[in-house]
Nanobody
Framework: VQLQASGGGLVQAGGSLRLSCAAS????????MGWFRQAPGKERELVGV????????YYPDSVKGRFTISRDNAKNTVYLQMNSLKPEDTAVYYC????????????????WGQGTLVTVSS
């Protein structure tokens, strides 16, 4: 199984980025996909979850209204659209895959991508 995250970079506060995560080696349409982030010295935290069908979505309050997760099962890809970025959004962003529902903790995910760095300047 491989999850390849991409799309990170340097952006000014208030700007936008779109992250992608291409999956291979698994039946993508059967998996719940999550996006997490980890800033230096901090724990890995959830920023969005989308169920296998795309009908179930969850965002923590820290990103609700600014981030949107979506998926294209035909392309085996999950996306994270990030708008109105803030300096505190600076982190390495990871995609992850798991089977099931209500998956909000890192330990519940079976497969992880390598991460892509997002840096938001003030």
């Amino acid at each position: 199984v491989q999850l390849q995250a991409s799309g990170g970079g340097l952006v000014q506060a208030g700007g936008s980025l779109r992250l992608s995560c291409a999956a291979s080696g698994l039946t993508f349409s059967s998996y719940t996909m999550g996006w997490f982030r980890q800033a230096p010295g901090k724990e890995r935290e959830l920023v969005g979850v989308i169920t296998w069908s795309g009908s179930g979505l969850y965002y923590p309050d820290s990103v609700k209204g600014r981030f949107t997760i979506s998926r294209d099962n035909a392309k085996n890809t999950v996306y994270l659209q990030m708008n109105s970025l803030k300096p505190e959004d600076t982190a390495v962003y990871y995609c992850a895959a798991a089977v099931g529902s209500g998956l909000r903790r890192p330990g519940q995910y079976d497969y992880w991508g390598q991460g892509t760095l997002v840096t938001v300047s003030s």
